[in-house]
């Protein structure tokens, strides 16, 4: 996967500069039809079999920001996983970097993706919980359970979430003291442009909503780093670190379309004739995109790969040594 990091935010360029507004500028709504209540992914057998560009990048991430994660001198750390999906990820790279005496609560709101994973990759370490981070009670019942973390990780998921700033204070509230995240977030990826051109079609405005949630909030942003950093910021975190990352994954092209059902949920939902005029709509698309130079399009090359260009905001940030955390009851 080769990569380009496009601009750099941290906290000596931004200290003290709180949106004052306050608003997220994203474009999720809760107006919604009633195609699904929620966009959940919850093809775990499917997700696992394609999820290759993202281990990729859990992977990459995992191996720039190791050397900085601070963990105790007793090796007995605690960290929780957000977003955890089929589990291979927590397991194949999240525990080889933790100290050998640490203990991983790893939690998704799938319930399938958690059953998934408990099943298929379970570990001595790691707990797997159900866990919605835009839930209070979930972000409760978990405190309750397990008490502040040492360290949170969450790989590509944050920007499944509409509201930015409330999962900002509750990964602040399971943190202690001091401790630590690392996230990655979606910025761009074909799919937002195809549902933003498909937005436009009437034929397809029926689930015009569902694409919309199941776009990030950073896709088309103008400064998506400076978005995230101060989301991040007014949560209370310091010593921020916000990348934007461009990054090319030369799929094997059968690999490709499988991946998409399992990241495009709704289309779980509709009729089979609609998801393959869908389906077919995007491979298209993906096919004659322009890929930045020396890359010819996909189409025009022969090689059985499928490039997909896309970009990541990698942030990592720490809670104040003495920083203090409202609980709910
Ligand atoms: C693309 S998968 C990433 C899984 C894994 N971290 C990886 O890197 O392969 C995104 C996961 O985030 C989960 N997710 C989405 N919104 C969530 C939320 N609000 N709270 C917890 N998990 C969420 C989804 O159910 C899905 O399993």
Known sequence: MSERVLKVYDSNMYSNNINSNGNCTHNHTKNRTKITDEVKMHSA?????????????????????????????????????????????????????????????????????VEYASTNFPHPRITYEELDIEKEN??????????????????????????????????FNLLQPGGEVLMTVFQHHPLYEYYADMSENPKWSLYRPEMKISTSPYFRNENPEKELFLRIE???????????????????SQVFIDSTVPVAPFLDHISQSHKDEFLQGYIEKVLTMKLP??????????????????????????????????LSP
């Open 234 to 252: 007014r949560a209370g975190f310091v010593d921020i670190n916000v990348v934007l990352k461009e990054r090319m994954y030369p799929f094997d």
């Open 45 to 113: 057998k499917r997700y696992h079999e394609t999820n290759c560009m993202q281990r990729k990048d859990a992977l990459d991430t995992i191996l720039e920001y190791e050397s900085i994660f601070r963990w105790t001198p007793e090796g007995n750390d605690t960290l929780l996983d957000i977003g955890c999906g089929t589990g291979d990820v927590t397991m194949d790279y999240i525990v080889p970097m933790a100290p050998p005496g640490s203990r991983i609560v790893a939690g998704d709101k799938s319930i399938e993706m």
């Open 293 to 326: 130079p020396p890359y010819r399009s996909n189409k025009e090359r022969n090689d059985k790969k499928t490039i997909i260009p896309f970009c990541m905001l990698v942030a990592h940030a720490r809670k104040p040594t003495h920083a203090s955390t409202v």
């Open 138 to 171: 979930h972000v409760n019942e978990i405190l309750k359970k397990y008490g502040q973390f040492q360290h949170i990780t969450s790989f590509c998921c944050l920007h499944w979430a509409m509201n930015q700033y409330e999962i900002m204070e509750n990964i």
